[in-house]
């Protein structure tokens, strides 16, 4: 009778080492499984990372950027009711011959007499015509608006107001006194200032806050505010 005893034990024994093999294997299945899920949601959460802080890192970047090449370029701010730090006066406008102030490339001229702006001329705007011609009477040959005028004008015009140009003195004509600024430098005469910047020509008035920001692809009128 022993003997049955014994045969059954060592089965049940021989279940009970399945049942704990199966269980150890699938516990250790379902660590893996856990683990998965965590290892997959950190390697999201790091792509989600990177991805989030490149614009962020960017963005600075490029103001950082954008305000270095402003200052390369000699960026000057017109003000109203002061001239510029660092400006020289110009001491050739006395007069009604005044002189000639030129940007580095030659292309254009301001021109400052009796201590004024008068005008300042663009060579290119002749071949470009950004601004169309004029006619001063019928029937006369259109000239190109190649001038921005800053004085001389009646009160019911716009100052500085672009125009064609007929007469009076101009850079190229002999014995004319001129100055050519480098990029960055700024002179005035009386209330008006002209700042040479490798972007454009800038003139304004710092007692009216009439002005203009002037290149070879066109004149911004601008008009500070009191």
């Known amino acids: 009778m022993r003997n ?10 021989i279940g009970l080492l399945s049942l704990s093999l199966t ?8 660590q893996n499984a856990q683990s998965s899920p ?19 890192s960017s963005s600075p970047t490029a103001s950082t950027q954008s305000t270095t090449a402003n200052a390369q370029d000699g960026g000057v701010t017109p003000t109203l009711g002061s001239i510029p730090q660092g400006a020289s006066r110009l001491e ?17 001229h301001c021109w400052f007499a009796n201590d004024v702006l008068q005008l300042c001329m663009v060579d290119s705007y002749r071949e470009d015509k950004p601004y169309g011609e004029q006619e001063f009477f019928p029937g006369t040959q ?3 608006k190649d001038n921005i005028l800053f004085a001389g004008l ?5 100052i500085p107001y672009i125009s064609a140009r007929r007469d009076g003195p101009l850079p190229t004509n002999q014995g004319e006194r001129l100055r050519t600024l480098a990029y960055g430098e700024t002179v005035y005469a009386g209330n008006d200032v002209c700042a040479s910047t490798s972007e454009a020509m800038v ?7 009439d002005g203009a920001k002037i290149n070879r692809s066109g004149t911004e009128i601008f008009h500070l505010k009191k």
């Open 203 to 209: 003139c304004w008035d710092t007692e009216t806050g």
């Open 38 to 56: 965590e290892a997959s949601a950190s390697g999201n959460g790091t792509q989600g990372s990177a991805q989030s802080e490149a614009p962020q």
């Open 23 to 30: 269980s150890c294997r699938t516990g250790s299945g379902n």
């Open 142 to 144: 259109p000239l190109a």
């Open 92 to 108: 050739d406008t006395g007069d009604s011959k005044g002189i000639w102030v030129n940007s580095p490339s030659g292309n254009i």
């Open 4 to 13: 049955p005893i014994i045969k059954v034990s060592a089965v049940a024994l």
């Open 154 to 158: 009646s009160k019911d015009k716009e």
